[in-house]
């Protein structure tokens, strides 16, 4: 018989065990505040480095996570002002990087020293013989016993420049009249833009190049390039 009244004891006790106790949670809910404060400042800290180095990519992404991950951190409402500007910093950088791998330089050995180019492949490729678009390619070069040059190279068709002809280039909007010729060989075809000083200042000095020239199946045709990623110190005696 006195089992029951021990029993009931324990069973009343049972719950008393597992109520939390106010104070250890609150102390708890404030070491993981903490905790999670402090790690917003350790990416924010990450972050302003990364700005110090003109990392912008770096930056960008640790302002990012900081932003998903922490978002109502003090941190994150520190950097917030600054991460619009580390946004378009980055998106500048990256644009770049991209535009300047659109180039391809060369440095050959020749008779007489090295030849250097700097060449680049239209935006979209274009119809120069009705059978269909090809890249139609720009190219800067500097031989040692020919010396300077600049010229269009087709994959297809051919320029209706033999006689010399007047080429419309168009450099960020601003429309220049270039002259063109077409050499009596058939080694390549290609056509020099005459005025080789004037397009690399163009291209050294514009975002957007385009250059309309005559064909000989389908008549003139424009080649737009992309040329604001173009290093100039490639082939510095043209500068």
């Known amino acids: 018989m006195k089992l029951l009244p021990l029993s009931i004891a324990l069973c009343l006790l049972l719950p ?3 109520r939390e106790d106010p104070e250890a949670a609150a102390r ?3 070491a993981q505040a903490e905790a999670k404060e402090q790690a917003a400042e350790a990416m924010a800290k990450q972050f302003d480095d990364a700005v110090t180095a003109q990392n912008w990519q770096l930056a960008k992404g640790y302002g990012d996570i900081l932003q998903i991950e922490h978002p109502t951190s003090a941190a994150a409402e520190r950097i917030k002002p600054k991460l619009d500007e580390i946004k378009a910093r980055a998106e500048e ?4 990087r991209r535009l300047a791998a659109l180039w391809a330089y060369g440095n050959e050995p020749v008779k007489g020293g090295s030849q250097l180019s700097a060449a680049i ?5 274009v119809d120069t013989d009705g059978s269909g678009a090809h890249p ?3 190219i800067f070069r500097d031989h040692p016993e020919w010396g300077r040059s600049s010229y269009l190279v087709l994959e297809k068709g051919d320029f209706d420049c033999y006689k010399g002809c007047k080429l ?3 450099a960020d909007g601003k429309t220049h009249t270039l002259p063109g010729s077409r ?9 020099f ?22 064909t000989e199946a389908v008549g003139k045709r424009t080649a737009e390039f992309e040329v604001g990623g173009l290093d100039p110190s490639k082939l510095p005696k043209w500068n």
């Not at 950088?93 to 770049?96: I, L, S």
């Not at 492949?121 to 490729?125: D, I, K, L, V």
């Open 28 to 30: 708890a809910a404030a």
């Open 183 to 191: 050499p009596n060989t058939d080694e390549a075809i290609a056509m």
């Open 193 to 214: 833009v005459e005025d080789h000083k004037a397009l690399w200042k163009l291209a050294k000095g514009a975002k957007q190049l385009s250059i309309e020239f005559p």
């Open 16 to 18: 008393a065990c597992k």
């Open 168 to 170: 419309k280039v168009i």
């Open 121 to 125: 492949y239209s935006q979209e490729p």
């Open 136 to 138: 139609v390619r720009l």
């Open 93 to 96: 950088e990256q644009q770049q």
